[in-house]
């Protein structure tokens, strides 16, 4: 059984920087980590996704560029850096956990979920 928290979330202006951070416990070896966002009247969508113990990442379209996903094995935590924020970015965002294999960042494969942390980007 893995527990994820996310941190983090808060209000910005667009243009801002947020970094959320994923603490996982509990059997984590080699799971893949992703996050994902849900804004009202929107299906829930994968943002990005990276392994403990590989190097693989996976971005949507939507935040390539912008945001950054990273991951310390040690301390078993997911990062995501959100730069250049842009309101329509606003949403609930889900830290998520399965076991190894990053394929697609569908919120079907992933096992396990986190609380959720809001972020909110005004113009």
């Known amino acids: 059984q893995v527990q994820l928290v996310e941190s983090g979330g808060g209000s910005v202006q667009a243009g801002g920087s947020l970094r959320l951070s994923c603490a996982a416990s509990?059997?984590?070896?080699?799971?893949?980590l992703g996050w994902f966002r849900q804004a009202p009247g929107r299906e829930r969508e994968g943002v990005a996704g990276?392994?403990?113990?590989?190097?693989?990442?996976r971005y949507d379209a939507s935040v390539k560029g912008r945001f950054t996903i990273s991951q310390d094995n040690a301390k078993s935590m997911v990062y995501l850096q959100m730069n250049s924020l842009k309101p329509e970015d606003t949403a609930m965002y889900y830290c998520?956990?399965?076991?190894?294999?990053?394929?697609?960042?569908?919120?079907?494969?992933?096992?396990?979920w986190g609380q959720g942390t809001q972020v909110t980007v005004s113009s």
């Open positions: 509990g059997y984590t070896y080699k799971y893949c």
């Open positions: 998520a956990a399965r076991p190894y294999g990053l394929g697609t960042l569908s919120p079907a494969d992933f096992r396990y």
């Open positions: 990276v392994c403990f113990g590989g190097a693989t990442t």
